[in-house]
């Protein structure tokens, strides 16, 4: 697909229509985050194919992951939220905007754990059976291996055992499915992401409500994994508090109001960090300490 057919026209000038994966387990976490944007998609998107967001200006087009990149490319979505690994499989030309840096996963080469296959070279004659073949084919061709590929659409890690395939290039994540199945790692061919990636020609035409979109995702993006804390510090305590917290830039120091000794410290820190820092920050006097979430941070 190179254009845009006549039945599914592009959205017009004033509209984005954001593709957003419609099942698989990046589906979900994606869905998240445009609720966290602010977003808000009408009907909460179940089931639908296009639906409306509160921003009258944006709506989403629910696709499965693999077809994002070509419905982006060709135009019959302004902006596609799909995993990297996805777009580089189609070469499809659009241009990345953001990564989500969620749905990390790597793309493989592995082999039975008993294979005497050391390395890719080794792996020249032999048939490997992948989910990617475009990526796949590249890979063996830069490394100048010959081999046969095999494409499969599932359950690739079951092939070798199968007599299909002496080797696989598949995703892992945990690496539980590969342990599972007695396979061995013998090489990466990449590591993938979530991105956001847009037509090149919506990217110029609509530059400034693509901004704003993205303005918004990352915000998110950016909170993710921080948290707000709030205490309480007697004055003579607040040189050792600062000592101890990190935040942004430097922690908020207020006065409060009911009692001169006292001032109210601010800061954003890494979760992460939350358990051992009350503990530190009780200790250099701080009391009545909140830490809550963080749902976006704008710059
Ligand atoms: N552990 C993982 N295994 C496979 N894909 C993963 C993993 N973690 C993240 N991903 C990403 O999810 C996307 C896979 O989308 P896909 O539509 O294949 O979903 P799925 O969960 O594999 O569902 P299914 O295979 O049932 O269709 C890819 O971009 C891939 O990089
Ligand atoms: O390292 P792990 O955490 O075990 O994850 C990796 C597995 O997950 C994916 O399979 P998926 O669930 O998409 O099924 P599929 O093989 O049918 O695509 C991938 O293809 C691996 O099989
Ligand atoms: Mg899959």
Known sequence: MSKPSSRQPGP?????????????????????????????LADGGERRLITRTRDPNVEILFARPIDIPEYVASGVADLGITGRDMVMERGSLVEQVLDLQTGRATLVVAVPEESDIETVADLAGATVATEFPAITRSFFAEHGVAVTIVTVGGACEATPHLGIADAIVDLSSSGTTLRTNHLRVIDEVLTSTTVLVANPASLTAKREKIDELVLALESVIRAKGQCYLMMNVHRSALADVREVLPGLSGPTVMEVASDENLVAVHAVVNEERVYQLINQLKRAGAKDILVMPIERIIR
């Open 12 to 40: 017009g000038p004033g509209l984005i229509r954001l593709a957003i994966p419609n099942k698989g387990r990046i589906a979900q976490p994606i869905n998240e985050l445009i609720e966290k944007s602010g977003l808000h």
